[in-house]
């Protein structure tokens, strides 16, 4: 079964420019997860969706951050005006519902790295 | 409060000998935990995972990892480590509404 898809695997920005991450779940899923992983500590959740509604966008940080999963399939990550700060690398992530309402574990894409100078 | 601490930021070892990667959680219920591994530039990929059923669980590449409920501790074991298990390894805990809480990880690396 293909894995999470994810594009592009690097990004070089200059602070103050916008930036769009791509991510393609394995099918089937429904959910969908975006975190992001700083240089040396484990990945921080950004948003959460199930199908296409958003379920936790508690610490996203929405003054910049957006984040859309129109059809319930494919989701974009967006930052604008990226800062310094948000280098780091962002992972998406998907899981499904199993028969008795839990999640199975989570896969994960390779991530998008992100370097703001 | 941490929820889930590693207890080394690095381990090194030698080729062919024992692994042993330390991680401690915090739950006032049962949680259901894993290990996750991330080659350099790739994707995270689950170990193992422990959800409330036999205490011992055993993954892939030959890793273990045991559920110590009166220590709070879920620490992975390999027996013999091999040039491709260096990488950064995840202790996980997943919550009652299926958060993800990761520890800040552990860099392994294998001496020839």
């Known amino acids: 079964e293909a894995g999470v898809a994810q594009s592009p695997r690097y990004k070089i920005i200059e602070k103050r420019q916008s930036v769009a991450f791509w991510c393609n779940p394995i099918s089937g899923h429904a959910t969908l997860y975006w975190y992001q992983q700083i240089l040396g500590q484990g990945p921080k959740l950004l948003i959460q969706?199930?199908?296409?509604?958003?379920?936790?966008d508690s610490q996203l940080p929405k003054d910049r951050f957006s984040a859309e999963r129109l059809k319930g399939v494919d989701s974009t990550l967006k930052i604008q005006p990226a800062k310094l700060e948000d280098s780091a690398v962002y992972l998406c992530?998907?899981?499904?519902?199993?028969?008795?309402?839990?999640?199975?574990?989570?896969?994960f894409g390779p991530g998008t790295r992100l370097t703001v100078l | 409060a941490q929820s889930v601490t590693q207890l080394d930021s690095h381990v090194s070892v030698s080729e062919g000998t024992p692994v042993l990667l330390r991680c401690n959680y915090s739950s006032s219920y049962s949680p259901s935990l894993f290990w996750y591994v991330q080659h350099p530039n790739k994707g995270l990929q689950l170990l193992l995972k422990?959800?409330?059923?036999?205490?011992l669980v055993k993954g892939i590449n030959g890793f273990e990892a045991e559920f110590k409920k009166s220590e709070t501790s879920f620490h992975l074991t390999k027996p013999s480590a091999h040039m491709s298990d260096a990488a950064e390894y995840f202790c996980v805990k997943r919550s009652n509404d299926y958060k993800l809480s990761f520890g800040a990880g552990t860099t392994v690396t294998v001496r020839a």
């Open positions: 422990y959800t409330s059923a036999a205490t």
């Open positions: 992530a998907s899981s499904f519902k199993l028969a008795g309402g839990t999640y199975n574990e989570q896969f």
């Open positions: 969706f199930q199908n296409n509604g958003v379920v936790d």
